[in-house]
């Protein structure tokens, strides 16, 4: 089983990678990159909602919500 845990470089390289393709994106704005903060993220505005979003790559927990919020959907057929 892999780690969950990724190196600074890695998540550095997620947050450009991510960057670039949310400035390239319509319906982002305001892209930001931000490398040397504790946790490195991108700063980004929705235009739809004007909801001001910060992404992060360093925790993977979000992505085992998922998983688990989308089994619990697979469950019901309400939800189908």
């Known amino acids: 089983m892999g780690s969950n845990f990724a ?3 890695d998540i550095r390289r997620k947050v450009y990678l991510c ?6 994106a319509a319906g982002f704005s ?12 991108v700063n980004v505005l929705h235009t739809g ?3 001001k979003c910060d992404i992060s790559f360093s925790n993977t927990l979000g ?5 688990l919020l ?3 959907f ?6 189908v």
């Open 7 to 9: 190196t600074i470089e």
């Open 19 to 24: 960057s670039v393709a949310l400035a390239a």
């Open 30 to 41: 305001n892209v930001t990159p931000i490398y040397d903060a504790k946790v490195p993220i």
């Open 49 to 51: 909602t004007r909801s």
């Open 63 to 67: 992505d085992e919500h998922g998983r």
């Open 70 to 72: 989308r089994f619990y």
């Open 74 to 79: 697979n469950l019901h057929p309400r939800f």
